[in-house]
């Protein structure tokens, strides 16, 4: 549900999260970069709005809304300043962990088909048996 949470920064930016993995950093004062919202999305999207318009944002992307809401967000040609120095880095942590539990959903997908086919197997032999009994009791008539 897109609309079931967003979050706020300012009185004037809302982002709207759509099931992703995204880091947003508001910079209150110069000192590097612009003041105002970044949002930067890892995998899936948000939506980046103010007053002035709004941009969606799809994996690798920034965006940027200005502290004063001036002009409508917009994409980023390159990573801000801010981003080479932060000190919580986590993205291959975060990637590696998604490959883990994928590999692990794909295993647990490939057992169950598997079992469900063994399944069908076994009761495609009693099935078999049974119309060999039902033959069987047939000709004995």
């Known amino acids: 549900n897109p609309s079931a949470y967003s979050l706020k920064t300012f009185n004037n930016v809302t982002i709207g999260i759509r099931g992703t993995d995204h880091e947003t950093t ?14 930067m999305v890892i995998e899936g999207a948000t939506v980046l709005k103010n007053a002035n318009g709004s941009m969606d944002i799809t994996p690798g992307k920034f965006a940027f809304a200005s502290k004063g809401a001036t002009e409508a967000p917009h994409l980023l040609a390159s990573a801000p300043k801010y981003w ?52 069987n009791k047939e000709r004995k008539l």
């Open 26 to 39: 508001v910079i209150l004062q110069e000192g590097g970069d612009q003041p105002g919202t970044y949002d």
């Open 84 to 135: 080479t120095t932060r000190s919580l880095k986590i993205e291959d942590r975060i990637q590696k962990r998604k490959e883990k539990l994928r590999s692990q959903l794909e295993q647990m997908r490939k057992d169950r088909i598997s079992q469900a086919r063994s399944g069908d197997a076994t009761s495609a032999e009693h099935t078999h048996e049974h119309h060999e009994t039902v033959h």
